[in-house]
């Protein structure tokens, strides 16, 4: 099986299996895989988690934006090409590696899982301050004084496997600081985690107070998810 298979088959799972699960879909999927294939699905599994977690955030996204009356596109990953999102707003979240929109704030656009080599990591989520455009969406390196906020979306949701996730993501957003302070800029950073423990939430709580960490919510959470989104929509 290639990857374009696999991946395929990734997606037709979280289709026709998982999502329909809704918030029991970890008991679908222990039920249909794990107890088959045991470790083997390790890999697949955090696969799973980042898929769904980025699109359960695009689909809470839209709907912040539409609840405010704020149009907004999608940045279609296959043809690289920024459409309007439909009025209903479904289906689109397994293709859209971005989204854009324009409100009283300004023109923005925020992109996904995007390399960038001033940071020299690959980082989740990036709001940058400019209106949809495809030098944005394929540009390696956009112009630094551009970007709003980045932040981390991990949606493993083994507890055991939390802090680790944690620790990716902090090394990842500390390594965002430090390149953007190098060009004298200070870009809002922020977390999402699927699961958060007693020990990482202390610790996101500490950064918060610091300012070290601008925001962070737990994606299980609909109200921490729905405020984290409106406090991207407000910048």
């Given at each position: 099986m290639g990857k374009e298979d696999r991946a395929r088959?990734?997606?037709g799972l979280i289709r026709e299996f998982l999502?329909?699960?809704?918030?029991?879909f970890v008991e679908e999927l222990v039920y249909r895989f794990l107890l088959t294939r045991g470790d083997s699905l390790g890999g697949s599994m955090r696969n799973l988690g980042g898929v769904m977690a980025q699109r359960r955030f695009t689909r809470a996204m839209i709907a912040t934006l539409n609840l405010a009356g704020v149009p907004?596109?999608?940045l279609d990953s296959r043809s690289g090409a920024w459409m309007p999102v439909p009025s209903e707003g479904a289906g689109l979240e397994e293709r859209a590696s971005g989204l854009a929109w324009t409100s009283e704030v300004g023109e923005r656009?925020?992109?996904y899982n995007r390399m960038l080599p001033l940071v020299g990591k690959n980082v989740d989520l990036s709001l940058l301050n400019c209106a949809a455009r495809s030098d944005v969406a394929n540009s390696p390196s956009p112009v630094p004084a551009l970007f709003l906020a980045l932040g981390e979306l991990k949606g493993g949701i083994d507890p055991a496997g939390a802090d680790e996730h944690w620790k990716t993501a902090r090394t990842t957003l500390s390594r965002i600081r430090t390149a953007f302070s190098g060009h004298e800029l200070m870009p809002r950073t922020f977390f999402v985690g699927a699961a958060i423990v007693k020990g990482m939430a202390e610790e996101i709580w500490k950064q918060l107070q610091e300012g070290t960490l601008?925001?962070?919510a737990n994606l299980t959470d609909p109200a921490q998810t729905q405020s984290i989104c409106d406090w991207?929509?407000?910048l």
């Open positions: 088959a990734i997606q999502e329909p699960a809704g918030d029991a907004c596109q999608w656009t925020m992109v601008t925001n962070a991207l929509a407000g």
